[in-house]
């Protein structure tokens, strides 16, 4: 679990993965750039509502820079992925390649946030949708309890 407030994100890829990411930290407030030669349009939305930056292009090797503090390798090729893990493990940014779980130095999780805590869930990038409804089983649960 990182704070992700004003943390520079670097997301590679414009797809549904990149969104279903996105989505999940963009709540957190960080400052979030994906690059991309194509965005679908509910991040073309977000993008447009100044919550996301974007650039346009391919990725390039030089993309990766310290500046970022985390980065998500989101393209569907998997030498990319790979190559900007390789990347950012030489410069020691912790990145989560999303189709190779073995490669990631975090995980996003399923999370349910309540006033005076949160529960995480994670299938430690296995499995999103199981941890997703195992989310959706813990809401019900605990909202008939608290709420």
């Avoid at 750039?33 to 919550?51: C, G, M, Q, R, Y």
Wanted: glycine share 4%; proline share 3%; hydrophobic share 45%.
């Amino acid at each position: 679990m990182f704070k992700l407030e004003g943390k520079n994100i670097l997301v590679v890829g414009g797809g549904k993965v990149a969104l279903r990411k996105i989505k999940a930290i963009e709540p957190h407030n960080p400052l979030i750039t994906v690059i991309s030669l194509e965005f679908l349009a509910e991040l073309e939305h977000l993008i447009k509502t100044n919550k996301v930056k974007a650039v346009k292009k391919a990725f390039e090797k030089k993309d990766i820079t310290n500046k970022w503090d985390f980065v998500f390798a989101c393209t569907n090729d998997k030498k990319t992925n790979n190559l900007i893990a390789d990347l950012c493990n030489r410069q020691k940014i912790p990145v989560n390649v999303v189709d190779n779980p073995k490669r990631c130095d975090f995980y996003t999780a399923a999370v349910l946030e309540y006033d005076k805590f949160f529960i995480a869930i994670s299938a430690k990038g296995k499995n999103p949708t199981l941890a997703k409804k195992i989310k959706e089983k813990l809401k019900g649960l605990i909202d008939g309890i608290f709420l």
